[in-house]
């Protein structure tokens, strides 16, 4: 009996202890719960705090609503097309070309005007040139040429004429020649009368043409200028060596009179 109270004093002994130890446990473990929470805390705090102070201090500022212009942007080209400094891009502006001011639209009128005062030579491009066979004198053409251009042009001295395939050029009759250089403004005329043949005898027998080639004179004497003109002869048209075609003339009768 007495060893069973015993046994019993020593089991509730054992059961207090445990009990002692199960309670130190705790607060223990409780001790160890906090620590390990404030500890797991500081850890995320500290993470914070490092991708706060990691950022690069341009994230940190504020941007500007509006990117500052290049200093390297190319000047407007007369095309009006501004094109852009940086290479990479490639990319054009186009502006309206400056306008035009009041002194510009004078000074352009003014060239033209100034253009359209220009003379010229006389030629086979800038006139129309025609033959014709006239009553009086006998044996005669008259040659009439008429400046088709819009400048004034020069008739200088008279026309060289070659008949078919005729290696020399027809004589002039010097005695024709005018006081002054004949001038035609668009759409005047001017003349030459042609004597077809001389004296009967005097020279080669006279020969048909079909064909006449004028040659204009240029400022400075024995010169040509420009294209010739080209021409069908009336028919019957016979020439020889001794024949003549006078200088240019302002009047027709003053060209027929030779």
Not at 147 to 157: H, I, P
Not at 195 to 205: H, K, V, Y
Not at 214 to 233: D, I, M, R, W
Request: charged fraction near 15%; include cysteine; proline fraction near 7%.
């Amino acid at each position: 009996m007495r060893s069973n109270r015993i046994r019993t004093t020593v089991l509730g002994a054992t059961a207090l202890l445990a009990a002692l130890s199960l309670t130190a446990c705790g607060a223990a473990d409780n001790g160890n719960s906090e620590s390990s929470k404030a500890g797991a805390a500081a850890p995320v705090a500290n993470t914070i705090d490092k991708q706060a102070t990691s950022q690069p201090e341009s994230a940190s500022r504020p941007r500007s609503a509006t990117p500052k212009a290049s200093a390297t942007e190319a000047p407007v080209t007369n095309s009006g097309t501004k094109t852009s400094g940086s290479s990479g891009s490639g990319t054009t502006k186009h502006t309206a070309p400056p306008a035009k001011t009041d002194a510009n639209k004078a000074g352009n009128t003014a060239g033209t005007a100034t253009s359209s005062a220009k003379t010229a030579t006389c030629t086979g491009g800038n006139t129309r040139t025609s033959v014709s066979k006239v009553t009086r004198p006998i044996n005669h053409l008259l040659l009439t040429v008429t400046n088709t251009g819009n400048r004034t042009c020069y008739a200088y001295y008279a026309p060289k004429l070659r008949f078919d395939d005729a290696q020399a050029v027809f004589p002039i009759l010097e005695d024709s020649q005018p006081q002054a250089v004949v001038t035609l403004d668009p759409g005047q005329s001017a003349y030459a009368s042609i004597g077809l043949t001389g004296e009967p005898g005097a020279g080669p027998a006279p020969r048909k043409a079909t064909h006449l080639q004028v040659n204009f004179a240029g400022k400075n004497p024995g010169s040509t200028s420009g294209t010739a003109a080209e021409l069908n002869l009336p028919a019957n048209t016979v020439w020889d060596d001794n024949g003549f075609v006078t200088y240019w003339q302002t009047e027709m009768s003053d060209a027929l009179q030779y």
